[in-house]
Structures are given as C-alpha cells and as structure tokens.
C-alpha cells in the first residue's frame, strides 16, 4: 500500500506539473501573438525570428538530460513566445505583400475573374443602388502590361447602377466569370476615436485592394469554384421569393445562411437596443446549441443499439456526431471567422472531454484560446473572441452545483428553468463590463428579452429554418414566430432608457471593470462580492476631462467626403455640419457622429450648426436631430426643409455673436438670411469664428468659394485672422483663393475630404497656395479624426496605428502649434442660442 500511495502522490505532481507548465505555456505564446498586434511596423525579417524561435525550442529537447528545470522552462517559454511573435509576423507580412502598390491606385485596369462571396446590397452617392461582393483575381490585361503579382488575389468590389457605361441592372452571383474594368485603391478606411476599424477587418479576411467596376462583362456562367456558396444563393433567393416581408425574410437567411447584411439596417437598431443582436445570425451560440441538439440526439438513438454500443462508447458517438454536425452548418454558412472559432472550440473541447487526463476547466479554455488564436491570430483583436469565451468562464467559475446533482435533478422542470434563469444573470451581468468596455454600451432591457428570446430563437426558429431548406412549408410556421418576436422586441427598443451609453473609461477603470464582473458573479460570501460594486463604479461613471474655462477643443472627425466638426467649451458643445449620407439609412450622423459622441460622454448640443443643405455636410443630421438632445439649430437651410420639422431654427446671419464660458464665437457668413432656396447652396454656407482667451482662434467655412471669399475680404478683413482654417469646400478649385488666404494668414489648414475621392479635393493647384504661405496642412484621409486644444493638436490614425493600418502622409497633423495673438473683438451679444 505505500508503495501505492507514492506512486499516486508522484502522478499526481506530474499532472500538477503538467498542467504548471501547459498553463505558462499557452499565457507566452498568446502573449508573444499580442505584443505583435502591438507594433507599428512588422519586424525587418520575421522568418529568421521564426527560425530562432524553433532553434530555440529544439534547444529545450536537447537540454532536456543536462540542464536544470527551471532553466528548460524559461527556455521553453521564451521559444513558445517568440514563435507566437514571429509565426503572426511572417503570416502578417505574407498578407502585406499581396497589397495594392500605390502606383496602382487610381489606374483603370482590365481584370478576370471570380465572384467569390455572396453579393451584398450597397448604395452609393445620390442612392445609386449596387452590390459588393469579393472578386478572385485571375488574370490581368492592360496595355502598357501590369505584373499580376502586383495585383491582389482578393478585392472587395463594388458596382453601381449609375456607374457609365453600365446603366441597366447587372445580376452578379457567385462563380461566375467576368471580365471587368475597374479602378482600384488601397485600403483604407475611417479612423476616429473608439470607431470600428474597417481596415482591421478586411485585412483579417485577406482582402488587398477596394475597387469600383467601370464596365462588366460576363464570360462564363455557374463555375464549379465556389459549389456551396452558389447553393447559398439560390436558397437566399428561393428565401426572399417565399417570404415577402423584408424583415422575417431578412431573419430566415440570417439564421440559415449567416448572411448579416439581409437584415434591414433599421431591424440591426432594434436588436441592439435590446441586447439580442448575437441571436440574429448564425453565432457561436447557435452552433454550439446545435452541436448540442445533434449529441442528445445520436446519444438517444445509439443508447438503442447494441452493435452501435460495441463499435464505440455513446458519449464518445455522441460527441463526434456533435462537433461534425457544427462543422456542417458553419461551413454551409459561409464559414465565416466566428464560425471556425466555434467549430475549433467544440473540437479541442471534445477532445480534451475524451482524453484520458483530466483537465481543469480553465486550461481546456486557455488551451482552447491559444489554438484558435494559432488558427487566426487576429481573433484576440475581436471583440466575439473575448465575450465568447469569458461567457463559458463565467458560468463555469460561477457554478455552485455539481454535475451529479444536476444530473439527479434534470428531470425536474422547475430546477432545470430556474439554472436557466440563473446562468442568463450570470451572462448578464458578468458580461457587461465587457460589454461596456467593447461597445460603450449595454441594454436595460437585454435581460428579459434574452430569456425570451434565447430559447425561442435557439429551439424553435433556428431548427425550423434549417429543415426549411428541406420542407419549405416549415418557414410558414416559422415566420410568424419572428414577426412576433420582432414586434417585442421593437416595443421593448422603444422603452425609455432601454439602452445605456458610457463613455470610455481610463484603462485602470476598464480592468477594475472586469475584475468586479468575476468578483460578483463568483461563488463567495456576499460580503466578498459586494466589494465588486465599488469597482465597477469608476467604468459606469468614468472621470471626464473638460476644457478649461476660457479655451475651447476642436475636433474634425474623420467622415470621408464632407464635414463634421465639434467645438467644445468648459460647459457647452457646438457641432459644425454632421458629415454624408452613406446610402441604405447608414450616413455619418449613425457611424460616426453618435458613436463619438457617446463615446467621450460629450453633453448635448447647445448649437447645431448646418452650413447648407449639400448632402455632404447634412447627411448625418437627421440621426443627430432623433438620436441626440439639441437645443438650437443654426442653419441656412430653408425655413421648409424637412430637417427642421418642429425644431427651434435660427437662420445663420453674418453679425450673431455669444460667448460660452468665455470663449467667443461670431456668424461672419451670409450677410442675409436664406429666405428661400439659393440657386447654389454654397453661396449662403454659414461661416462661423471662435476664438479662446488666450488667442487661438479657428474659422469654420462650410463650402464658401471664391465670390464669398471675396465679400468676406471686402467687409470683414479683422474677423477673418485665425489660427486654424478649415479649407472652404474641402479644397474644391473653385475656393481658397490667394486674397482670402493672406487675409486669414493661417498656421494650419484643415481638409476633410474623402480619400482618392471623386471630385479630386483638395486639388494640386489648392494645395500648392497653402504650401506656398507656409501653412501646415492636415488632410482627414491621412489624419483620420483631428483634435486641437488651442495648442497641442493630434491625429487619430497615428493614435491607434498599427502594422495593419494604411500607411498616409509622414506628417499627419500632430505636435504643438502655435496661434496668433488675441484679435480685439466686440463680445456683445445679438443671439443667444442656449
């Protein structure tokens, strides 16, 4: 017997061991993937770092009867670590090769090739109506002669009914073979605080260029290339013919097919708003539940034979049929990112379950994690990875029960309800730190409508909709339980407050967030988990930083081709023009302006002030005006514009003046009142001049061109001195001419322009006046959002810059600069607008 209990005591130190050392490491090698995603630029040659990392770990074997523990260890950790770093280098460098060449931009080139994603809708300037799809680079024709090489195997295209020559409906399906003249362009996409970053993105699907189609033609129809996607597009068809309402049919192919972009954009508003957006696409939870669904099945139906028991264990069938039953449905759902997360975690978990170690929870999900992040290395950088996996840590570290007790329970409903209702608190609650922290935002009501719609939508609608591929009529019953659930769920999105918004909190709120999520959640003396309010306190009201009284923060947020600027006081917030409309309810005001906004937990808006009624500076007000508290709005719009429906309106009129906690601002443009519509609406743009105490000083143009200029030269030569210009008419050729420029006298001139944009702002000839003033200039393609104090002034894209992002200008617009005396001026005031 004590020989038995020492060889028991000796394996059980080598699992502890093992497990030790499993746990360091998997924490180096993720650790190694992280501190890349880190790094500005990629290491000068990350195959020699590749090869010193496997050098390194061949060393440890090597070692392994000669050398102390401890030391193989650090050895291991440190060659596991550098082959996280270097293994995620080589394959990010691999992808940056197959980018778009500069010199390529802008060049119409003769391209065949592939459709190789299921088409999206899209719209583009003026409501043209259009598609993006993928498209597979074959071959390259052009005269003079391209290398293919230069050309990136994966574009997003993107086609418009009023691209000329093509002005009839072309439908694009997947394989088929087109011949295209297309104009391409690196990628590149908006970059302001806290905002989605679309390069990111596209860089994970391996997309190296963005293009436009000029002229289509198809060649071959139906390729064999792309079999399933093909198939999905017929059943996304038959889907859209058998359902006519746009929203249930739009839910159907989501939960079929995973194809998001079918979802109206308003439906999208409503299932955040109440915190069930993860339910209406094929997510991790949907595969997992049918995985789930797939198990108990086969393990009923194996129970029941002998031989079927003889040829393996049923728990054994069951899991296997399980994980290929979700290996099934993600791949017929596109096998999107999220997908193959999810089918690689059921698999390492079933794996793990059927070994003969027994592993710890944690480590099954730490192990979990760095497979996946060794499958996608970009997976850690987004947000499904962190929430997927810290929901499966929660309610596993949360649990109370064991798994004998709730098996000899099972059988009674009301235990089985109340563990669910138990596990949805957990999720809630536990989650939303997380939530905040990714989002800057968690629904009131996502609770409730998460009991409701978890089990509705995972046991119901999503079974239905898949045996609706194979008995139509099934979706006839399926369909009026989503139009039910949609109706809830847009009442609930309607409740006053059902949305919180936070600002962004400093990082050591954001961690003192997360630890109170496990601290309240975990099974320990209320006493203990009531420590976690305190901490979770500084993330719900973060401090925030105002101007002092006196000075004012200006920000040009990045809106592509057109406007939208904020100036902030001590106590007060004004918004100068509110940036495009993108097309199918999606512009500016939704993408970036609330966003902002909520973000940096800004107040509402004293004063709204709308140049003119050009689409490009008044496209994103119409979500600012319903979504935002504003006080005023300032504006040469005309008195009938459906902007100004019931709103309290002040024409903008050369002459307003008011001060906010002593900062002075001053209308210099129109010298009238828009009475009715202009002939051309930049004749009346609003011109706005604040100035600090101190002397800086910014002039707000909107797209002013030369006549006006001139009229403000004439009649208002002192107003016109500031230290920043934003550049009338973003550049256009038709504005900043040379007398308007010496009047002004600048230190800096603002462009916010869209990037390879279609109109060429700002122009070679524009630009060269400014150079030749010495002005230092910041262009929003370049800078992305643009923040100045009065003094220091800094670009959001050389904030966040990383070995991913579009590689701009050199000098982006950041550092100190400097501003013109304080200019006497008459602080009187003739409008007030609070």
């Avoid at 256009?732 to 007398?739: C, G, L, N, P, V």
Wanted: hydrophobic content about 50%.
């Amino acid at each position: 017997m004590p020989k038995l209990e020492s060889n028991t005591s000796a394996n059980a130190n080598s699992a502890e061991m093992f497990s030790f050392r499993l746990l360091l490491g998997c924490l180096s090698a993720l650790g190694g993937i992280a501190l890349l995603h880190q790094q500005i630029e990629l290491p000068a040659n990350p195959i020699a770092q590749l090869m010193a990392s496997v050098l390194v770990l061949l060393l440890c074997v090597v070692m392994r009867s000669w050398s102390a523990p401890r030391w193989r260890l650090a050895l291991l950790l440190l060659g596991l670590a550098l082959l996280g770093y270097a293994g995620t280098a080589w394959r990010a460098q691999h992808r940056l090769n197959q980018a778009l060449p500069q010199e390529l931009e802008g060049r119409e080139l003769i391209v065949t090739g592939l459709v190789a994603s299921l088409p999206q809708a899209a719209q583009g300037i003026g409501g043209a109506q259009g598609w993006r799809f993928q498209f597979d680079v074959q071959a390259v024709h052009d005269m003079p002669p391209v290398n293919e090489r230069q050309v990136p195997a994966h574009i997003q295209m993107a086609w418009f009914a009023n691209n000329k020559p093509i002005d009839r409906p072309i439908e694009w399906r997947v394989g088929d073979l087109w011949r295209l003249k297309v104009k391409l362009k690196r990628v590149h996409g908006l970059a302001n605080p806290n905002g989605f970053d679309q390069e990111l993105n596209l860089f994970e699907q391996n997309i190296g260029a963005t293009g436009i189609v000029r002229e289509a033609q198809q060649l071959v129809q139906a390729q064999t290339a792309f079999p399933l996607d093909q198939r999905r597009q017929a059943l996304r068809d038959t889907i859209h013919a058998y359902e006519p309402n746009a929203s249930v049919a739009g839910l159907l192919i989501a939960l079929t097919l995973g194809d998001q972009g079918s979802i109206p954009a308003a439906d999208w508003a409503i299932y955040r708003a109440t915190g069930v957006a993860h339910l209406m696409s094929i997510s991790g939870l949907h595969i997992t539940m049918f995985a789930w669904g797939i198990g108990l099945l086969v393990r009923a139906l194996w129970r029941r034979s002998r031989y079927l028991m003889r040829l393996a264990p049923t728990p054994v069938a069951a899991r296997c049929f399980g994980v290929a039953a979700a290996l099934a449905y993600a791949i017929f759902a596109g096998w999107g990112i999220p997908a193959q997360r999810t089918v690689m975690m059921l698999l390492l978990v079933a794996l793990l379950t059927g070994s003969a170690r027994r592993w710890p929870w944690p480590m099954i999900l730490l192990f979990t994690a760095t497979v996946v992040c060794a499958w996608d290395p970009w997976a850690m950088l987004q947000a499904g990875f962190w929430l997927s996996f810290l929901a499966v840590a929660l309610l596993t570290a949360s649990s109370t029960v064991h798994e004998g007790e709730l098996q000899r329970h099972s059988v009674n409903g009301w235990i089985r309800w109340r563990r669910e209702l138990r596990n949805q608190t957990v999720a809630t609650i536990g989650l939303a730190p997380l939530t905040l922290l990714c989002f800057q935002q968690i629904s009131l009501v996502g609770f409730v409508a998460n009991v409701v719609a978890i089990p509705l939508v995972t046991l119901i609608a999503v079974p239905l909709a898949l045996l609706g591929m194979i008995f139509p009529i099934l979706w006839s019953v399926d369909a009026p339980l989503l139009q039910l659930l949609h109706a809830g769920l847009s009442l609930a999105s309607q409740l006053p407050s059902g949305l919180w918004f936070v600002p962004v909190a400093p990082l050591w709120a954001q961690l003192a967030g997360l630890l109170a999520s496990l601290v309240i959640i975990m099974p320990l003396p209320w006493r203990v988990r009531a420590l976690g309010i305190p901490l979770l306190l500084p993330m719900l009201w973060p401090p925030l930083i105002h101007p002092v009284s006196g000075e004012f923060e200006l920000h040009a947020l990045d809106v592509g081709q057109g406007t939208a600027v904020t100036v902030r006081t001590a106590q007060h917030l004004l918004v100068f023009d509110t940036g495009p409309s993108y097309g199918f309810d999606n512009d500016a005001g939704q993408r970036v302006m609330l966003p902002y906004l909520r973000s940096q937990g800004l107040p509402p808006i004293d004063v709204l002030m709308l140049s003119h009624r050009d689409a490009d500076h008044v496209g994103g007000a119409k979500a600012v005006l319903r979504d935002w508290p504003v006080r005023t709005v300032l504006s040469s719009l005309e008195q009938d514009h459906a902007l100004l429906n019931q709103r309290v309106h002040e024409p903008c009129v050369a002459g307003q003046r008011w001060e906010w906690d002593g900062v002075h601002f001053e209308v210099l443009h129109p010298a009238l009142a828009a009475t009715e519509r202009a002939s051309k609406p930049n004749r009346v743009s609003c011109v706005l001049r604040v100035q600090a105490r101190s002397g800086a000083s910014a002039l707000l143009t909107g797209d002013i061109e030369k006549e006006q200029e001139a009229w403000l030269v004439q009649n208002a030569p002192q107003k016109l001195k500031a230290t920043l210009l934003l550049a009338p008419h973003h550049g256009s050729k038709t504005s900043s001419s040379a007398e308007f420029l010496d009047t002004v006298s600048p230190k800096l001139a603002v462009f916010q322009a869209g990037y390879r944009n279609r109109f060429g702002h700002p122009t070679d000839g524009v630009l060269k006046r400014y150079q030749e003033r010495g002005i230092r200039l910041v262009k929003s393609a370049d800078c992305g959002a643009w923040a100045w104090d009065g003094k220091i002034m800094s670009c959001e894209r050389e904030r966040r810059r990383r070995y991913w992002s579009f590689k701009g200008h050199a000098d982006l617009g950041s550092g100190e600069l400097t501003h013109h005396s304080a200019v006497d001026m008459p602080v009187e005031t003739t409008v007030e607008p609070d």
